[in-house]
T-cell receptor, first 113, second 115 residues
Framework: LAKTTQPISMDSYEGQEVNITCSHN???????ITWYQQFPSQGPRFIIQ???TKVTNEVASLFIPADRKSSTLSLPRVSLSDTAVYYC??????????????FGKGTHLIIQP | GAVVSQHPSRVICKSGTSVKIECRSL??????MFWYRQFPKQSLMLMAT?????????EQGVEKDKFLINHASLTLSTLTVTSAHPEDSSFYIC???????????FGSGTQLSVL
């Protein structure tokens, strides 16, 4: 199983850049890396997905080194509304089952004024 | 973007009754739908995977006779919690994916409280 390891929690302040790193040593060749954000009592929301190198969208960047054994989600200039739990998933949703869809414990990001 | 609608958002029921939760993909055909449950301050736990027209595949430890899943069409999957008990109280979340896309699209979740 391509399990992931993330810090349990992180703190930062408004306007700062936040980087959350996820370890996935057993990532398979066909696996993608996907990050989700979850607010209390809501379903997770897709943030960004990548396979290798760097991916950037309007809300975040994802950095993936050449060996793909880790990835870093970068949130530029965070605000209070970015306080949430962030999950790193590794796998292929099309395969289904725990192999591709196992949620780790996630990282609880707390942004302070 | 792809939208997954989940209803109801909250349900309170008496012990012993059954509760049905619906999950609909509004603007795409979901080849696969997934059901999760989440206890307070814990991560999501995959319960089962369902493909349209076939029986759901349940994860180890999940009772298929208690958590009935029906994926009758490419846009609708239902989860029925039969003979619910207080220990079934949890946050249930569905998600869907479609062919050629590795992302998961999640519903807004259903908070089930069994009295």
């Amino acid at each position: 199983l391509a399990k992931t390891t993330q810090p349990i929690s992180m703190d930062s302040y408004e306007g700062q850049e936040v980087n959350i790193t996820c370890s996935h040593n057993n990532i398979a060749t066909n696996d993608y890396i996907t990050w989700y954000q979850q607010f209390p009592s809501q379903g997770p929301r897709f943030i960004i997905q990548g396979y290798k190198t760097k991916v950037t969208n309007e809300v975040a960047s994802l950095f993936i080194p050449a060996d793909r054994k880790s990835s870093t989600l970068s949130l530029p200039r965070v605000s209070l509304s970015d306080t949430a739990v962030y999950y790193c998933l590794v796998g292929d949703a099309r395969r289904g089952g725990a192999d591709g869809l196992t949620f780790g414990k996630g990282t609880h990001l707390i942004i302070q004024p | 973007g792809a939208v997954v609608s989940q209803h109801p958002s909250r349900v309170i029921c008496k012990s012993g009754t059954s509760v049905k939760i619906e999950c609909r993909s509004l603007d795409f055909q979901a080849t696969t739908m997934f059901w999760y449950r989440q206890f307070p301050k814990q991560s999501l736990m995959l319960m089962a995977t369902s493909n349209e027209g076939s029986k759901a595949t349940y994860e180890q430890g999940v009772e298929k006779d208690k958590f009935l899943i029906n994926h009758a069409s490419l846009t609708l999957s239902t989860l029925t919690v039969t003979s619910a008990h207080p220990e079934d109280s949890s946050f249930y979340i569905c998600s869907a994916s479609f062919q050629g896309n590795e992302k998961l699209f999640f519903g807004s979740g259903t908070q089930l409280s069994v009295l």
